[in-house]
């Protein structure tokens, strides 16, 4: 895969099935026009796959209980917002519903099948485009000062929060032309992932705790009536709830993780059950699954109850599994739970209708297909990612290793054609509660594709290896980390054909840290580093990032001392290899400041340093940047390592 072939990666969303109409929306990133295109697809149950939709921009289908109606996104151009659109399901024109200055969120059908619930971000006026009540429409540079009062008052990819909340919408699409939408929530907190129950009357929501009254990593699930009226706490959340499903019985399964404070980091998101009470008291959440060895993942999509189970997504040493829970179950461990998709791959989301499963499933050979499971068969129906294998993929292989305290580590390596010897790369993922896993990663592809050996793995810290895996770097950046990553390397340069005199160390957010860690600690190990978007010092992390004001304390500490004896910048005098940073201009999960005194630190210490600042990214930059952007990254990477290596 080179650079260029990045127009040929087609990503599959969340499916919609019913009876025998299973639609999905592929996304493809267009280098030429920079902008992703997108348009709804329909995968027959015989075989056949065709284009549904016509429209550049489209996505997120929904089709309706009674098989009548498909909802979906639709921008116009690359440039505008997506609204929401209904569709026959027999085809025919579509017919758009709303035209919000932000745009609408994913559509989510009533029991009717004649009204749809979403969520849209509404701006105060004069802002974002929107006219003040004097009819102006001031540009961005001449809005009226915010006021600040919160810690939460921004997310990265977003922007700000407080002047433009995310607030529940339903429509009827009987009406035509359709009413200008009017909210169900207020703007004091934002209202997301709604989901009907089944009177068709109430419609939840995952909202903070309190309804926002204060800034808190706790969320709750709260009931809106949909005909208006105030929005009351239905489930209280031994900690989060990141999505929540319905089953016919009234019964509400969600996924969400239980704190336990004073901090709430790399805690397990679990599978909960809860039933809501008929005094409108906040219903108490039971959990399912294990806290230390299942880590469900909401992503994918929630809970369904199916029979006697729940289906649910579950990540497990860089696979992300379709399991089945017992929906009676109690803390059931990972071992207990019936696999039913995604041995050795990951679903990246799924939906059931009846007992059939429509499932997008990537493999190390495809960013996702569409996989029909029914009557316990798998059956792959499309094969989207075909042009990008055409171009070339490399295989990947499993690697283990044994850290020096006798820990287990897991992880992958991408061999490059021919017999070698091959410079070799050490790639870290961010997070650190994350994970690679055994989907096409495009990265890994692009070098191993240009001739170097790609070693990446999932180092204590990590998700999907176990709770206490990922909480054992918690006050532990660069300690048993480090050792996990550098026993990977040492594993796979036992391998023939690698070279170990030509080793570089590259990652982004929490793996640019581990780079920039690396280099300073272990410096001889490798030749060069390539530092992406990185957390270089702790103390101005704290007041600058969008999550530093609870983020740091849990995983580095409050102290300062700790906080600057864990930070990269302190170490750069150490620093002696060649060093490239590559930062976004607008990311606010690791700010700028971040690269910029990491730069100004090594070109004082005399060492190699180039700095590469993308602009009008954020954080998302070499997942969902603009697609020119990615590219150019990819450029500028594999020219780094072809200088050094």
Known sequence: MRPTDLEHLAVPGMPALHGDLLLAGLSTPDPKDNAYRGALWRAGLDGEVSRWTHGEHDSAPAISPDGRWVAFLRAESAKDRPQLHVIPAGGGDARRLTALPLGA????????SRRIAFTARVPEPGRYGSPTEDGESPEPAEEAPRRITRFDYRIDNIGFLGDRRERLFVVDITED???????????????????????????????????GAAESEETDLYAVPAGGGEPWLAVRTAGSVDKAGVSADGRIWFVGAEFTWPRAEARNPGLWTATLRDDREPAVPRRLTDAETVHCVAAAGAPVLVGDEVLVAVLNRGAVELRAVPAEAEAAPLEKLRPVAGERAAVRAFTVDGERIAAVVATPGSAGELVLIADGAQRVLTDWSKPLRDKGLRPVEELTATAPDGYGVHGWLFRPEGEGPHPVLLVVHGGPFAAYDWGLFDEAQVYASAGYAVVMGNPRGSAGY????????????????????????DAALEEPGLDASRVGVMGGSYGGFMTGWLAAHHGERFRAAWSERAVNAWDSMVGSSDIGWNFVGAYIGDDLTAQLDRSPLSHAHRIRIPFLIAHSEQDWRCPIEQAQRMFVALKHNGTPVEMLVFPGEGHELSRSGRPRHRVQRFEAVLEWWSRHL
């Open 105 to 112: 969120g994913a559509p989510v059908w009533a029991p009717d």
């Open 177 to 211: 032309p359709a009413p200008e939408p009017v909210p169900l929530t207020d703007d004091r907190v934002d209202a997301g992932a709604p989901v009907w129950l089944p009177d068709g009357e109430t419609v939840l929501v995952v909202a903070l705790r309190d309804w």
């Open 466 to 489: 176990g709770e206490s895996h990922g909480r054992a770097i918690v006050h532990a950046f660069g300690t048993v980390d480090a050792d996990d990553l550098l026993a990977l390397l």
